[in-house]
């Protein structure tokens, strides 16, 4: 005769009432984990016959999948494309710290470099899981060098490169690997660029338009060859025209290839993008739309100077320019935290809660095809998630059903 022991000896948590975002929707239903994994109860009582070993009470909290966070160059005095001897007790710290935002994942973002820092930083790049040590690596997001000079924004004009006869084997030289490398930036109208986005796609690495003089035919192009993502919308773009709409257009073309969806950052800090846009963009392409940082190293500083790769910038406020240019004012990179860039979304849109929710955890997933496992709360998914208030602060932050991070709330 079967037996009706349980499968596993794990424990198995349960977090009652709590409003869990499943399908779209926020559900008022019990959040059952086990072994870092998120269970089917009806499984569970049916065919294990099991029960909880561990109830939590949530206190009416919102549950839903940690954020992914695929652009952030840095933070709290760390910044990634500098090759540094500690490189790795640097990342180690981002990791940890980013915790208290809600980013479960995130991809440690370069920007435009000499080869010799890719080839130094890249090695020290290795994709893991989180956990109490911190959010987990999913992989590199290489911010050019193969960009336009027009439109290279914050990045050093010394170090743009070409793809010139090699193409391919010109990126491979600069990068030196592409073990670890999960998105490349680039500008499609480059020469060439089209056998590489090619190569990139073969080994399943997401190549995003951006910093680029692009219209949209060449767009267009881009994503017929395998491209998927736009860096940072609006930003470092040829800006909307009615007759040629550049890449901004990517969100209501009609040329791309069936089954295909093209997704979109948005830097949702109230400095990046006008509230306008920010609704322009969400209300023409809803389901494309990714939150992202583009946090440099003085995210979690006070206001001063700190780097950006090969630039020094200057923070005041939420805003940041390229340090010791007289009457310059190009924007370099943000100094908001995802749980910020959220709340400022939906506020900004008038969207629904789930929705701000899924831009910065669903949708990022579904852009690396990480879906089945991140961004959501499905039956057998990683156990990653948020409690948050009403507000959408975060209250606590688990990975792999752990808690990792909890707001301090002694003396309130």
Partial sequence: MPSNKSVSDAPIVQFTNCRILRDHQLQREDLWVREGKILNPEKLFFDEKGSAD?????????IAPGFIDVQINGGFGVDFSLATDDFKSGIDLVSQKILSHGV????????TSPPSVYHQVLPQISVRNGGAHGAGILGAHLEGPFISKEKKGAHPEHCL?????????????TYGSLNCVQ???LAPEMRRSGEVIQELTKRGI????????????????AVQHGATFITHLFNAMLPFHHRDPGIVGLLTSDKIPAGRRVFYGMISDGIHTNPAALRIAHRAHPEGLVLVTDAIAGMGLAPGRHTLGQQVVEIDGLNTYIAGKCCTKTLSGSVATMDTCVRHFQEATGCSVETALEAASLHPAQLLGIEHKKGTLNYDSDADFLMLNDSLYVQATYIAGEEVWRQDVSGM
């Fill in 183 to 185: 998105i490349v930036t």
């Fill in 206 to 221: 997401c190549v995003s338009l951006g910093h680029s003089v692009a219209n949209l035919s060449q767009a267009e192009e």
């Fill in 104 to 111: 479960t994942s995130f991809c440690p973002t370069l920007v």
């Fill in 54 to 62: 561990v109830q939590l009470d949530c206190k009416d909290s919102i």
């Fill in 161 to 173: 490169r070409t793809f010139e006869a090699g193409a391919f084997q010109d990126l491979l030289a």
